[in-house]
């Protein structure tokens, strides 16, 4: 598989070069999103959207509800495709290459997702960790057991649950089975990993763990998360978006974003005054 | 206010009450009674014979109706072999992959062949089996009620699928499985205690289907080798028994009415024990 993707790297070194020279901060996106539009039926919910999004960063989008934050980010990894009657026009650029020309199965494993509610699959915690190995046609049980541990352990839920792998998912607490649903996206070792709204359904305590490890596995994956929750966007994030009525207004450092925002409608927002 | 209204009102109210009232217990008395009568005359009828010997000849009596019993489970087994598969996959492709407009379609004409006469199911059967191999036999059977299991079949998959939350199949492609690997790893086993009990209860309604086999299974005094003789059912028997002139031979058929009416309630209570058990996990 390594060297499939150097191959298509390889091919694709021109694209590279040529993004690399218009985008000053960013050398090398990891993903980077060109002239984005995005519709429902002959509803805009996206116009023309335009970012880099650095390797072993994290990414932040925040924005009002309805402003079209995680739809982008269900660009990403073509998860919107799943939706009837939806249209994207643009590129989005993996590593130089239009995830569109890519097998889609391919996108997604390399582009992990974590969602709003915890979907643990009505299986054991184990198999619910394994499965991402298993359909990518890895059975072999050393690799298996190594990689669920792994997983588990950059997820801060090894503790938990080392003695109970056989027991079902949906006897976790809900914080732990988002933790779960975490650590079965990063045992196919993705190279982006999407969060939308990961946090909006746990307390404080659930919440600051997960934000925890956030910040552990920043150095295995590059992490893009869509938020409500301002602080948690300036405790957290390397870089902030702000989205605004399917535009994306604003996109900057975090610490930019939030002390010295340069458009109206971002410090209008990050200083609480609507939204 | 007026209170001679409301008096009006309220001897309504008392009538509405005790005709429904009168009317549920009407309905519990009819089953009842059925039950109570074929209780009645069937464990009076039945013995160990009934299970272990073969029919007697016209005039004996005694005997016992083994080859039907086991003449209906491998039919009810073909039949299941036949329409357990095709209602199955076509309701996941109802659920899980077709349009709103050719979904309604399908749905409407699964709910129509619901509808066709059993007895009609059998003469397909007969135009598509029995007439080219020239011979009644146990395939022709289990072919007509497998058929009359599809439309359910179809309907329950459909149902159950559409019940499991699409956060799972979100889930399972967004870590790169194909949309089929999803439905048939996470999907269908979130549903799968539904699918079976489903199955079950469906298996029940054709137990007891007479029609369909008279001109398909057609029924044998003896031992049916293989699948492509005629073969024994309970249901035939009981019919053939219950309309000779012999006292015995209705004694016959109020045992076998008795063993398939057990046998279809068992079915029953065991497919509402694992819809109300769940596996574990399953309902969130």
């Known amino acids: 598989m390594a060297t499939s993707q150097n191959q298509l790297a390889k091919s694709a070194a021109a694209p590279v070069a040529e993004t690399a020279g218009m985008q000053k901060t960013q050398p090398t996106p990891k993903l980077h999103s060109q002239s984005l539009n995005f519709f429902y039926g002959s509803f805009q919910a996206l116009h023309g959207i335009t970012l880099d999004i ?120 809900g914080g732990q089975q988002q933790r779960l649903c975490i650590a079965r996206a990063l045992a196919v070792e993705p190279e982006v990993l999407l969060l939308d709204e990961p946090c909006s359904a746990l307390d404080p305590i659930a919440t600051l763990k997960i934000e925890e490890l956030l910040f552990q596995i920043k150095d295995i994956t590059t992490i893009v998360i869509v938020t409500h929750n301002m602080q948690q966007a300036a405790r957290l994030a390397d870089y902030t978006g702000f989205f605004l009525l399917g535009k994306l207004i604003e996109f900057d450092e975090t610490r930019t974003i939030f002390q010295n925002p340069s458009k109206k409608e971002t410090e209008d927002y990050v200083t609480g005054r609507f939204g | 206010m007026d209170l001679r209204v409301s008096s009006t009102r309220n001897i309504t109210n008392a009538v509405m009450l005790s005709l429904s009232g009168v009317c549920t217990i009407l309905v519990i008395s009819v089953l009842f009674f059925i039950l109570g009568y074929l209780l009645f005359h069937g464990i009076s009828a039945l013995n160990w014979n009934f299970f272990t010997q073969l029919p007697k000849p016209s005039g004996e009596t005694g005997g016992g109706m083994a080859n039907a019993i086991v003449g209906s489970g491998k039919i009810l087994l073909l039949a299941t072999c036949i329409g357990v598969p095709i209602g199955f996959l076509a309701g996941v492709y109802l659920a899980e992959y077709s349009g709103k407009v050719f979904a309604f379609t399908i749905r409407y004409v699964v709910d129509l062949l619901n509808g066709v006469p059993s007895i009609v199911i059998g003469i397909v059967a007969y135009a598509l089996v029995v007439r080219p191999m020239k011979h009644y036999s146990a395939l022709a059977g289990g072919v007509a009620l497998g058929i009359m299991m599809i439309p359910i079949a179809v309907r329950t998959t459909e149902e159950f699928l559409r019940a499991v939350p699409n956060s799972l199949r979100e889930g399972g492609v967004a870590l790169g499985a194909t949309r089929a690997k999803t439905i048939f790893t996470i999907v269908v086993p979130a549903a799968i205690s539904g699918l079976v009990s489903g199955m079950m209860l469906n298996l029940a309604r054709v137990a007891g289907e007479t029609a369909p086999l008279l001109f398909t299974a057609l029924g044998n005094m003896f031992w049916s080798r293989g699948w492509l003789q005629p073969i024994a059912t309970l249901p035939v028997m009981i019919y053939n028994d219950a309309i000779a002139p012999e006292e015995d031979l209705h004694r016959q058929a109020w045992a076998a009415g008795f063993v398939l009416l057990f046998l279809v309630l068992a079915i029953n209570v065991t497919a509402r024990m694992i819809i109300a058990r769940g596996p574990a996990g399953s309902r969130r």
Not at chain 1, 112 to 119: H, R
Not at chain 1, 150 to 172: G, I, M
């Open chain 1, 54 to 173: 650095a390797t072993h960063k994290i990414t932040a989008f925040i924005g009002p509800s309805g402003c079209g934050k995680s739809t982008f980010l269900r660009t990403m990894n073509r998860m919107n495709e799943t939706v009837r009657n939806t249209r994207v026009e643009g590129e989005i650029l993996l590593d130089a290459v239009n995830i569109h020309d890519m097998d889609v199965t391919y996108v997604r494993r390399r582009v992990g997702m974590v969602f709003q509610k915890s979907n643990p699959f009505p299986k054991s915690i184990f198999d619910n960790v394994a499965y991402g190995l298993r359909v990518n046609g890895i059975h072999k049980h050393s690799v298996i057991d190594a990689a669920v541990e792994r997983s588990l352990r950059h997820a801060a839920l090894w503790e938990e649950v080392k003695d109970k792998l056989k027991k079902p998912a949906s006897a976790l607490s």
